[in-house]
């Protein structure tokens, strides 16, 4: 049976905290009035991320694996989001950055009739655990500006991997996705939008992680990546080798 929602984890070397995360996830929707699957997309990891997945699935019954044998998290979540079944298709971090329970605020906005439906920690009843530094807000509001004059006006928070996209949406838009890096999610979602895509964004509880360092170069180089998103768009049809421009139904 088609399930409803398919959660999707791109997974490199994530045996220390994957455990966890599926338990929850598998404890906090198995009494949802909702069909689900879990898809950990194993990015050739090294350690025994691969090992803990399958013991895990004696007791999960809802959880399969997914291989992605190009490195990058953006190939991964490409994968996983092409592969899986469900009628709703949200991928999230496999640290448990945010609980799945912040899936349940989305759903009445999929019933709106939104397409794409993204957690956010830029709006108001948001909340970082614990906050970030100073220095990494002015940066990430920084690159957001940028990226709100160039792409995605209005919309406060690109980065946050916790995205949830129609089925419909997710063969349209996944398929074209050229961006192999940070900047992943701006693609997506521009090409989301270029198509005529409702898109929602949701404030979420975050639970920074102290893993989460990215290099001042990291920074320059995403803004390169949106500079040529921003190209792709606007010689959209060449670029990603379309006939023409097919609207949602």
Request: hydrophobic letters at 45%; proline letters at 4%; aromatic letters at 12%.
């Amino acid at each position: 049976m088609k399930p409803y929602l398919s959660i999707i984890i791109p997974a490199y070397n994530e045996a220390k905290v994957l455990p966890i995360t599926l338990l929850d996830i598998n404890k906090a929707l198995s009494k949802a009035d909702f069909t689900y699957e879990i898809v950990v997309v194993d990015n050739n990891s090294t350690d025994h991320t691969r090992e803990i997945i399958q013991r895990l699935q004696a007791g999960i019954k809802e959880l399969r694996v997914e291989e992605c044998v190009e490195q990058g998290k953006a190939n991964a979540v490409k994968t996983g989001m092409l592969n899986a079944k469900g009628e709703i298709r949200l991928f999230m971090d496999a640290d448990n950055s945010t609980d799945i329970d912040q899936f349940f605020q989305m759903i009445p906005y999929f019933k709106q009739g939104y397409n794409v439906v993204i957690g956010s920690r830029d709006i108001k009843g948001a909340k970082l655990i614990p906050p970030q530094p100073w220095y990494r807000r002015i940066a990430g509001d920084m690159g957001n500006i940028v990226i709100q004059i160039l792409l995605l006006w209005g919309m406060w928070d690109t980065q946050c991997g916790f995205k949830a996209f129609t089925e419909r949406a997710v063969n349209q838009v996944f398929p074209l996705a050229k961006n192999k890096h940070w900047a992943f999610d701006v693609e997506i979602l521009s090409l989301a939008k270029k198509f005529g895509y409702k898109i929602k964004e949701v404030p979420v509880i975050w639970k920074n992680s102290p893993s989460h360092n990215i290099h001042v170069s990291t920074y320059f180089e995403f803004l390169i990546d949106v500079f040529k998103i921003k190209w792709r768009i606007m010689t959209f049809k060449k670029s990603y080798n379309l006939k023409e421009i097919a609207k949602p139904v």
